[in-house]
């Protein structure tokens, strides 16, 4: 069968434009280190890439949200801890409370329970890293407690702190169909404790040390009341109560925090897979490339010879 030279012709230029085109191509994969360029490059490869692009965009949010809530956590972990030791140590001042005690140890005790009740109100209006209230409920930017004055006559009075948060709860979602609950409203902590040591204090400050003297303990002036051992149970079973409730939401925050590492670990690994999948579709081989374009230059260079060549020869070369 006769090939024409029009035929050859165009069937050379064509095939050295293709390799001009493939050259053109490798050359801007080499400098990108990108395998697929565009979409038409590759469509099967480039929609599984799109598909692993966006299950990390999703798994990265997932880790993210569960930093934060493992970090808000913590904080009330933390936090908890202290409410715990500060309750358990006012209850040893409890504990050692008598009514046959001398005036100088009743004024020492009364001292410690007023201090007691200074770090308590602190620490349930701690505030983490972001100016955040952890006991607030769903208002983060609310100060959960602050002090009113006392209502009512003679030691039982019924409010020394006011909660002003909320009962809500904030969540996060740690992985899909899967939340967490991040933190716990003061009112489910605290209980009646500020009242309990503030009321026992007033019935044990009977020899001169008068509480209203603290801007946190107004109410009436220069009470003065007789006690007994019935008003110190009272308190240490108010106490207990309270010791009770920070256990419960103690033990809540450390399966939430289970929970979150638990998902973290998860969602961390299921990332990693991913962005190695979309690694193996991206990434080029350098080293094959480099080959590939080695060979389709020298292959080009080669068809350029013979082309040229071919064209500078005519039936008159032969019959000259």
Request: proline letters at 2%; hydrophobic letters at 35%.
């Amino acid at each position: 069968m006769r090939v024409g030279s029009l035929t050859y012709y165009q069937s050379s230029l064509l095939g050295m434009q293709q390799q001009q085109s493939s050259i053109a191509r490798l050359t801007q994969q080499i400098a990108a280190d990108q395998n697929i360029l565009q979409p038409a490059d590759n469509p099967v490869d480039s929609v599984r890439a799109l598909s692993l692009s966006d299950s990390i965009a999703v798994r990265s949010q997932y880790t993210e949200n569960q930093t934060k809530a493992e970090v808000t956590l913590k904080y009330e972990q933390t936090t908890l801890n202290e409410i715990n030791q500060a309750m358990l140590d006012v209850r040893q001042i409890l504990v050692q409370l008598s009514p046959s005690q001398d005036n100088a140890t009743r004024v020492t005790l009364s001292s410690q329970i007023g201090a007691a009740f200074d770090r308590l109100y602190a620490l349930a209006n701690t505030q983490d890293s972001d100016g955040n209230y952890i006991f607030s409920g769903d208002n983060a930017k609310v100060q959960p407690y602050t002090t009113v004055t006392p209502v009512g006559t003679g030691p039982n009075y019924t409010k020394v702190v006011n909660y002003q948060g909320t009962l809500g709860t904030n969540t996060a979602t740690i992985e899909a169909g899967r939340t967490v609950q991040t933190n716990d409203p003061g009112s489910n902590i605290f209980g009646n404790v500020f009242e309990t040591l503030y009321n026992i204090k007033q019935i044990v400050d009977v020899s001169g040390f008068d509480p209203e003297t603290n801007s946190k303990f107004s109410g009436d002036v220069n009470d003065s009341f007789a006690y007994t051992q019935a008003d110190i149970t009272t308190a240490l079973n108010n106490l207990d109560t309270s010791i009770q409730k920070v256990s419960v939401v103690t033990n809540r925050v450390v399966g939430a925090l289970a929970d979150v590492g638990s998902a973290k670990t998860t969602t961390t690994g299921y990332l990693n897979l991913d962005k190695g999948s979309l690694s193996d579709i991206n990434t080029l081989d350098q080293a094959a490339a480099i080959v590939e374009l080695q060979t389709r230059q020298t292959s080009l260079e080669a068809a350029q010879r013979a082309f040229a060549l071919t064209t500078s020869t005519s039936l008159f070369s032969y019959l000259a």
